[in-house]
T-cell receptor, first 116, second 112 residues
């Protein structure tokens, strides 16, 4: 199966700082990547769809100025949580979709963000 | 909300027993996928069933899809302690990007 990595796996930061999370597709070029967040004991909620070379598409209720997404290459998408607050503490998971119309998404291991 | 519902929310069984998890969704789908998540980890894709399929097998997994009832089930046969995880269904509703809408998940606990 495909491998998607995320870095860092865990981050603790102070309120007001910005945190960047990287999502890498290691063995295929992903024109489309997705960012999800997951609160404890809850399901995944799609935040945004990231397309290589273009602006991300954000889901309703997700602030694009707070969650900056950059998909600068076919193997890397980044999510930056700007001016993080304790309510942004969550588990952030990315996924990558193979090009060519495949419906299967390959998920990264997730990043646990704790904002103090 | 298109988000699906899963039941039960939690399921506890003994090793060797079968585990059945159900998923219902609200609008028409292109396909439905099942994923597994170990605590604090990412998701692992288990199986995809298309809207024109009714049943699919993969090893000890059996998935059914009833589009008339907008429901799907995941059966794990001869469960093992290592099957302990949360299981999510996710619907592909045909968006151009192929994004998924996840159900709330079933937390399965298999006791040795």
């Amino acid at each position: 199966g495909a491998v998607v990595s995320q870095h860092p796996s865990r981050v603790i930061c102070k309120s007001g700082t910005s945190v960047k999370i990287e999502c890498r597709s290691l063995d295929f070029q992903a024109t489309t990547m997705f960012w999800y967040r997951q609160f404890p004991k809850q399901s995944l909620m799609l935040m945004a769809t990231s397309n290589e070379g273009s602006k991300a598409t954000y889901e309703q209720g997700v602030e694009k100025d707070k969650f900056l997404i950059n998909h600068a290459s076919l193997t890397l998408s980044t999510l930056t949580v700007t001016s993080a607050h304790p309510e942004d503490s969550s588990f952030y998971i990315c996924s990558a979709r193979r090009p060519g119309g495949s419906d299967t998404q390959y998920f990264g291991p997730g990043t646990r963000l704790t904002v103090l | 909300s298109q988000q699906g519902e899963e039941d039960p929310q939690a399921l506890s069984i003994q090793e060797g027993e079968n585990a059945t998890m159900n998923c219902s969704y609200k609008t028409s789908i292109n396909n439905l996928q099942w994923y597994r998540q170990n605590s604090g980890r990412g998701l692992v894709h288990l199986i995809l069933i298309r809207s024109n399929e009714r049943e699919k097998h993969s090893g000890r997994l059996r998935v059914t899809l009833d589009t008339s009832k907008k429901s799907s089930s995941l059966l794990i046969t001869a469960s093992r302690a290592a099957d302990t995880a949360s299981y999510f269904c996710a619907g592909n509703y045909g968006g151009s990007q192929g994004n998924l809408i996840f159900g709330k998940g079933t937390k399965l606990s298999v006791k040795p």
